[in-house]
Nanobody, 111 residues
């Protein structure tokens, strides 16, 4: 079964930074808007950021000016650079492209 593959999660102190990566099959990456979502314990999955095929970006208000989404077309890879992390950013982060999802990567921010 074809899936997207996330990496880069981990444990970080509040105020720190992490970079998440998402690898996608080439045809999916080249033809779709790509997005990051997250799901905190006991909460619904929520949208975090999106990047268009041409590189246009949008962010949820909760992460604006702290997170940066980007894509590297030569590697079929999308990134989420997260800085000034807060405890409320703790969640499993998922990447999505077309109809495909990854299995998630855990981000834990300790206060």
């Amino acid at each position: 079964q074809v899936r997207l593959v996330e990496s880069g999660g981990g444990l970080v102190q509040a105020g720190g930074s992490l970079r998440l990566c998402c690898q996608a099959p080439g045809i999916i990456f080249r033809t779709n808007t790509m997005a990051w979502y997250r799901q905190a314990p006991g909460k619904q999955r929520e949208w975090v950021a999106v990047i268009g095929i041409g590189g246009s970006t949008k962010y949820a208000e909760s992460v604006k000016n702290r997170f940066t989404i980007s894509r590297e077309n030569a590697k079929n890879t999308m990134y989420l650079q997260m800085s000034s992390l807060k405890s409320e950013d703790t969640a499993v982060y998922y990447c999505q492209g077309g109809t495909l999802w990854g299995s998630g990567t855990q981000v834990t921010v300790s206060s």
